[in-house]
């Protein structure tokens, strides 16, 4: 076991070098590691490290959603209104619409199973948007309509909406049916969700004013807290529903709520720990996918999310009819709301590992969105943002150049 955490990290830090120096977000790397890594080619991962591989998966996007939730000004939200709510499920939903029209036409799969494809290519990658947004946000680049902090709070939100669907569509493919109740179970789990984490971020801002310790003990407390979240919401399942990602990333809004100081240290403890996180995502995604069966389904999986994507960005102007955004800004937020990565890493493999038929379908799918639109995404930004979006003049104007410099 010794050698294959050897070999995983030597591995997929090198690959994301390399990445990098192509201008190429590093998690394509990391994946590539997982792929070279896996039991389809070379065979040097550990069989205890791929049996625990979904407990290590869902670890990742507890990081994720905590650093996200910390990092969530929920002022912020309130000052962006509507569009930061439509910004939230609108774009997930017209997208989801998409790959249930799309779906059965390109494989073999009930429109059920197409649901469920949906809601793993729906979600935002918070690896590709995040750092990028807060770039933006220090140099000025959409500052005076608050567009940075709309994509922040708005895919930290999708994230969570395609999650909840998600588990409703695997639940409804296990029992073998869906049933209109599977959909009021969904804003019954995301306003049980947003009631635990907020009081349970009350609760932890207190507890961590009352009592001293170090940060390092207080991100150990957040993290068993967000593993009773996942338990509870699994132990009550049959008769209430939860979501306990959504507590998650909630519990982290009212702590930076409360406690901002404390939130933007906690921030850096988790950017830190994200580090190994990250390696051991995409690294297990990559480990489970086998490259034999890719070619098959090559071009249908082209086909679909070319598609997805146009549906996404059609959903992305239909959230922001009304709102203040000229024609360009509008541009430049569809095209940030394109990149998959984070959540499609998490979840696409557990279909699978679920025993569902058509389980690695949707992992190769998920795969190869991955590989697509995380570097297509990620260099749309960078090069559309001095080009799309207003600057604050002054100080942030000399910063202008930098920006076009680094996307150039």
């Given at each position: 076991m010794l050698l294959s955490i050897a070999l995983i990290i030597i591995i997929s830090l090198m690959l994301a070098k390399i990445m990098n120096l192509l201008k190429i977000p590093s998690m394509i790397g990391m994946l590539l590691a997982g792929i070279l890594l896996g039991p389809y080619v070379l065979n040097l991962i550990a069989d205890p490290i791929l049996e625990v591989s979904s407990e290590l998966r869902q670890m990742a996007l507890i990081v994720i959603l905590l650093r996200a939730g910390l990092a969530l000004k929920l002022?912020?939200?309130?000052?962006?209104?509507?569009?930061a709510l439509l910004m939230a499920f609108v774009p997930a939903t017209i997208e989801l619409i998409g790959v249930i029209i799309l779906g059965p036409l390109l494989f073999p799969i009930s429109f059920l199973e197409a649901a469920l494809l949906g809601s793993i290519l729906a979600a935002v990658s918070p690896a590709v948007v995040v750092?990028?947004?807060?770039?933006?946000?220090?140099?000025g680049y959409g500052k005076k309509k608050h567009i940075p902090q709309l994509i922040l709070s708005g895919a930290s939100l999708d994230d969570v909406y395609v999650i909840i669907l998600f588990t409703s569509f695997l639940q409804a493919i296990l029992h073998g049916e869906f049933s209109m109740m599977m959909l009021v179970q969904v804003p019954s789990a995301i306003l049980l969700g947003i009631g635990l984490g907020l009081g349970m971020g009350y609760l932890s801002v207190y507890f961590f004013k009352r009592f001293h310790m170090r940060d390092t003990v207080k991100v150990l407390i957040l993290f068993s807290i967000s593993f009773l979240f996942l338990v509870l919401e699994e132990s009550?399942?049959?008769t209430v529903f939860l979501s306990g990602l959504l507590a998650v990333m909630t519990c982290g809004g009212m702590i930076h709520h409360r406690y901002p100081?404390?939130?933007?240290?906690?921030?850096?403890?988790?950017e830190k720990i994200w580090v190994i996180a990250e390696i051991i995502l995409f690294v297990m995604v990559g480990a489970a996918v086998n490259l034999s069966v890719m070619p098959s389904i090559g071009l249908s999986a082209l086909l679909l999310v070319i598609g997805a994507l146009l549906f996404r960005m059609g959903g992305v102007y239909?959230?922001?009819?009304?709102?203040?955004?000229?024609?360009?800004?509008?541009?430049?937020?569809?095209?940030?709301?394109?990149?998959k990565a984070t959540v499609q890493a998490a979840i696409g493999a557990i279909p699978l590992s679920m025993g569902i038929s058509s389980g690695y379908m949707m992992l190769a799918v998920a795969v190869f969105a991955i590989i697509v639109t995380a570097p297509l995404g990620a260099i749309l930004i960078d090069w559309t943002a001095p080009h799309l979006l207003d600057v604050e003049m002054g100080q942030n104007q000399s910063k202008r150049s930098t920006i076009e410099e680094k996307s150039s």
């Open positions: 002022e912020d939200f309130k000052k962006m209104g509507k569009p750092p990028r947004m807060i770039r933006l946000m220090e140099s009550i399942k049959p100081v404390l939130a933007k240290r906690l921030v850096s403890k988790f239909l959230a922001l009819l009304g709102s203040k955004l000229h024609a360009k800004e509008k541009l430049f937020v569809s095209l940030a709301y394109l990149p």
